[in-house]
Nanobody, 114 residues
Framework: QVQLVESGGGLVQPGGSLRLSCTASGSIFSNYPVGWYRQSPGKQRDVVAS???????FYAVPVKGRFTISRDNPKNTVYLQMNGLKPEDTAVYYC????????WGQGTQVTVSS
């Protein structure tokens, strides 16, 4: 069973950068696609980016060109580098495995504000 822990969130000014990390334990993390999702108050949890076991990548349109997802399989970690942050990016960010059922982390808060 996979357990996921996110870290790296915080408060940043518009235009700033953050790097989120998602570290897994309890399973072979490298075997699964992993995604980043985000959720703001009153909104649905939406996919931000995902990465496959061999590096196939998807980005949601609002973050294309600004965010980069990557993984370090020996470290059982997936990263989300977020550049050019906007207030609209403010949300709790979650990582998940694309397994049946999916496994979710606890979330890390990202706040973009002047």
């Amino acid at each position: 069973q996979v357990q996921l822990v996110e870290s790296g969130g915080g408060l940043v000014q518009p235009g700033g950068s953050l790097r989120l990390s998602c570290t897994a334990s309890g399973s072979i993390f490298s075997n699964y696609p992993v995604g980043w999702y985000r959720q703001s108050p009153g909104k649905q949890r939406d996919v931000v980016a995902s990465i496959g076991p061999s590096g196939a990548i998807f980005y949601a349109v609002p973050v294309k060109g600004r965010f980069t997802i990557s993984r370090d399989n020996p470290k059982n970690t997936v990263y989300l580098q977020m550049n050019g942050l906007k207030p609209e990016d403010t949300a709790v960010y979650y990582c998940r495995t694309f397994t049946s059922p999916p496994m979710w982390g606890q979330g890390t808060q990202v706040t973009v504000s002047s």
